[in-house]
């Protein structure tokens, strides 16, 4: 079919890489280069996990996914995935329906070999950490980070070969119903990400712009943050939001917050507000005493497209044939680009999928509520 995608995040290039390889005639439409500096797919690091409390099927999709980032390493000249393993770790003992506890269980029970941290195990394991700032968790060897703009572009230059025409500097101002502006298709994916719904008003009330503060901070004791004593963390993530990642080549340190979000954002206020500075002065100095007065480098808004829900929105059109939406990462999906491709071809082309009725398209929505087990509770 003649399929045009809109949008070159890790949606719309996973999806139009996929789709050409089963035989499609894809053309990929986006108004920057790719990557795009206003994406969300766009950044020094995303981190890659299969812990999410209780939710098997975010754990088995994790699962596929780790294994096509390690096929990815193999055949990139160098790897834009790092297995560091990860740290999720709590300000008090671990709870049943706590994100820690729930991983925890449903990992074990999976077979994964975790290690059961004590609050006096973390600062030895980790000298970064205040001691008693966080009392129990586990450290997982499966997942880390991987390096989310170089992967774009690695994807970006695959799609090419891969047959796909890239159209970049083009924004797609008009969804018709033969096509998008002057172009025909056969079928058109949208992958938009938060930007999906100046194109479909339709789905104001169910995907929303959430703008999320990161942080770049440059420690001086840089090898407190080397991955082999500071890997990827959540620190009591549910409850603080506050996540991170150890330094990068470069002595870099970037720490996040995977919470509420600022609603309604819109490109002409991506500032990071004094109070979050504040806020994360405040996390660091009880937490990681040794960058509480690092400087921050780098600071950005980084915006989510935020479902209800918190699960992805991969679904047709239910009044517009031949139109597919494909977006609602809702801070987490990132970490899935080797299996989300397959996920959307599949649902895009009508073949049956486990999760199609997960991301279905849902406006029956009202209220917000936690699809992702690591976001803050008060999203
Ligand atoms: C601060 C932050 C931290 C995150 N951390 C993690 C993490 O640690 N792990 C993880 O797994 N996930 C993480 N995520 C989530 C993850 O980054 C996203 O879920 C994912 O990147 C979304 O990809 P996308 O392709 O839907 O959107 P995007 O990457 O935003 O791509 C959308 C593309 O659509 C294009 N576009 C928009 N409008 C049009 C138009 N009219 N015509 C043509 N093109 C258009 C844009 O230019 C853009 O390139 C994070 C997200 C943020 C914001």
């Known amino acids: 079919m003649k399929t045009i995608i809109i949008g070159g995040g890790v949606f719309g290039l996973t999806a139009a890489i996929e789709l050409a390889t089963r035989g499609h005639a894809v053309t990929l439409l986006d108004p920057g280069p790719l990557p795009h500096p206003l994406a969300e797919s766009t950044d020094i690091s995303k981190v890659v996990r ?84 966080l009392v129990d968790g586990y450290f997982n060897p499966v997942g880390g980070w991987a390096e989310s703009g170089a992967v774009i572009a690695k994807l970006a230059a695959e799609a090419r070969m891969s047959g796909v025409t890239i159209i970049a500097n083009r924004a797609v101002e008009r969804i018709t119903a033969s096509g998008v ?29 959430s703008g999320q503060p990161v942080f770049h901070l440059r420690p001086s004791e840089r090898s407190l943050f080397e991955a082999s004593r500071f890997p990827v963390f959540g620190a009591d993530i549910a409850r603080t939001g506050y996540y991170g990642f150890p330094a990068t080549s470069d002595g870099i340190v970037k720490i996040a917050n995977h919470g509420a979000g600022e609603p309604g954002i819109n490109e002409g206020d991506l500032a990071v507000r004094p109070d979050q500075d504040a806020a994360l002065r405040l996390f660091l100095r009880t937490v990681f005493p040794a960058l509480a007065d690092a400087p921050i480098v780098h600071r950005r808004v980084c915006v989510y497209a935020d479902t209800l829900d918190g699960h992805f929105w991969i679904a047709p059109h239910p009044d517009r044939p031949n139109l597919v939406v494909a977006t609602g990462g809702s801070g987490h999906a990132f970490k899935f680009a080797p299996v989300l491709g397959a996920l959307i071809a599949d649902i895009a082309l009508g073949i049956p999928h486990p999760l199609a ?16 087990a690591a976001r803050h509770a008060d999203r």
């Open 181 to 209: 502006d002057d172009l025909t298709a056969e079928l058109v994916v949208v992958c938009a990400g938060a930007w999906v719904t100046q194109l479909l008003p339709e789905l104001e009330d169910s995907i929303r712009a």
């Open 50 to 133: 299969i812990d999410y409390g209780a939710d098997a099927d975010y754990t088995a999709l994790g699962e596929a996914a780790i294994a096509g980032w390690k096929t990815w390493n193999a055949g990139w000249p160098r790897p834009l995935f790092h297995e560091t393993g990860v740290a999720f770790l709590s300000r008090t003992p671990m709870q049943p329906g706590g994100f820690e506890h729930d991983s925890y269980e449903l990992l074990v029970s999976r077979g994964h070999a975790l290690q059961r941290l004590t609050a006096a195990d973390i600062p030895t394991w980790f000298p970064a950490y205040r001691p008693g700032a």
């Open 357 to 372: 009725h997960k991301f279905r398209w849902r406006p029956e929505l009202v209220a917000p509520t936690r699809g992702d």
